[in-house]
């Protein structure tokens, strides 16, 4: 009887230990964002797949409504064109990616980055090629994951065809705008404006957890580092403004815009920065409030 009874005390310890433990089979939350980041590069790879045989009716289903691609040169082109583009007979380029990861979730968004490299000829026998770090943004829709934006950022010169580089609606940033764009728009001004002042405290309350930023040369700064830059920036050393903002999309509790980045540099020693770029900004709502979790830079040609 004792016996029994010592083996029943057991079982129950044992019963307590293991119900304190975590759970670490199928279906916990670390497996489940394991599965999910596979996923999501299934589904990039499949999307460059997709480009270089032209499968276009398979981009078709994966570009959502309002998606768009910051091109090469800082030009922005939709999901329509881009289609079209790549269904062009004769066209002929391969293109692979790799060191591809999975930034951030939030939600029902994911914001990716990979290495996206080209080589090929046009219809026309021109030759393309590239080498890009690339961000891509994708966001569930009925369950589905879809595309809604990817901004291309050049790591060494390139010879792909230009892009478009109008911006529909350029300087008539509010015109037309509901009170969420509007929201949006003076964010994307007090950003830059942070930026450019060294207000590292600003930036520091807008970026969320995650945050990273895409620079010229396919360098990818994370929040902290881009704050230390910022911090360390002197008063007048860098001009600038941002104008031409477009919100792309806004689903739920995300947002996705792009603007043009003017900066002029001072600066009498160190290297000039001067210059103009596309950028393509990704927000998402926390507790209230938008929070910067990703960015990318094209310059403009």
């Known amino acids: 009887m004792k016996s029994i009874r010592t083996q029943l005390l057991s079982a129950l310890a044992m019963v307590v230990v293991l119900s304190a433990m975590p759970v670490l089979f199928a279906g916990s939350p670390d497996r489940a964002d394991d599965k999910v980041k596979e996923e999501l590069k299934q589904i990039d790879e499949q999307w460059l797949h997709a480009a270089t045989v032209q499968d276009t009716e398979y981009l078709k289903q994966l570009f959502a409504d309002g998606m768009f691609e910051v091109q090469n040169n800082g030009g922005v082109v939709t999901g329509a064109e881009m289609r079209r583009y790549l269904a062009i007979p004769g066209r002929h380029v391969n293109i692979t990616i790799d060191q591809v990861e999975v930034r951030g979730i939030y939600g029902d968004t994911a914001v990716l980055t990979d290495r996206t490299t080209q080589g090929g000829t ?15 943004v994708l966001h569930k829709i009925d369950g589905k994951w879809r595309a809604i934006g ?152």
Do not use: C
């Open 150 to 301: 990817a901004n291309m950022t050049p790591m060494k010169a390139s010879t792909n065809a230009k892009a478009n580089n109008d911006v529909p609606g350029a300087g008539t940033e509010t015109a037309g705008a509901n009170e969420i764009e509007k929201e949006l728009i003076d964010l994307d001004h007090k950003w830059i404006d942070a930026s450019t002042n060294g207000n590292a405290a600003f930036l520091k309350d807008l970026f969320g957890e995650g945050m990273f930023e895409v620079w010229p040369g396919g360098h990818i700064a994370t929040g902290a580092e881009m704050l230390k830059a910022i911090a360390a920036r002197k008063p007048g050393q860098i001009e600038g403004y941002s104008d031409q903002i477009q919100i792309r999309g806004v689903y739920g509790d995300t947002a996705i815009l792009t603007d043009r980045r003017v900066r002029k540099s001072s600066a009498t020693e160190g290297p000039d920065s001067s210059g103009q770029w596309r950028v393509t900004r990704v927000l998402v709502k926390q507790n209230g409030k938008w929070r910067a979790v990703a960015a990318a830079m094209t310059p403009i040609e």
């Open 122 to 136: 046009t219809a026309d026998g021109r030759q393309i090629t590239g080498l890009y770090m690339v961000m891509r």
